[in-house]
């Protein structure tokens, strides 16, 4: 049983970290996107899962995703001026991922997909 356990953890410690939040690929996509599709004269303000990782790597406002109804997501989202949301937790906020999703497609006017990139779905808010 020893000499298993030991296998087993020498085997998991051997597989590569998981890469940075800002160092992945998709999040890099994302906030290439975001930047092209601002508009030129304000700076755009973003919801996604990693608020805090997200700004202190690009400088750029963010708040968290939140559950609620998909009409309090909507009523949120543009009462505090978000312009786009990334849609997509990478798996680490399931339940939260649900409520996004919902609001997406229960209020397809509130949103405009502007592309996907690896698990990341990002999307313009609409603010009416």
């Known amino acids: ?21 800002a160092g992945r690929a998709d999040v890099q996509a994302v906030i290439e996107a975001i930047r092209q599709a601002a508009r030129p004269e304000a700076e755009p303000r973003v919801s996604i899962f990693s608020p805090r990782l997200f700004t202190w790597h690009t400088g750029i406002p963010a708040m968290g995703h ?15 001026r978000i312009d786009f949301l990334v849609a997509g937790t990478l798996g680490e906020q399931v339940i939260i991922d649900d409520s996004i999703d919902r609001a997406i497609a229960e209020r397809p006017d509130g949103f405009e997909k502007l592309g996907t990139f690896g698990g990341l779905t990002l999307y313009r808010v609409l603010q009416q």
């Open 1 to 21: 049983v020893a000499a298993l356990n030991g296998v087993t953890g020498f085997i998991q410690g051997a597989q590569a970290p998981a890469a940075p939040f």
């Open 66 to 80: 939140f559950s609620a109804t998909p009409d309090q997501v909507l009523a949120e989202l543009r009462d505090k």
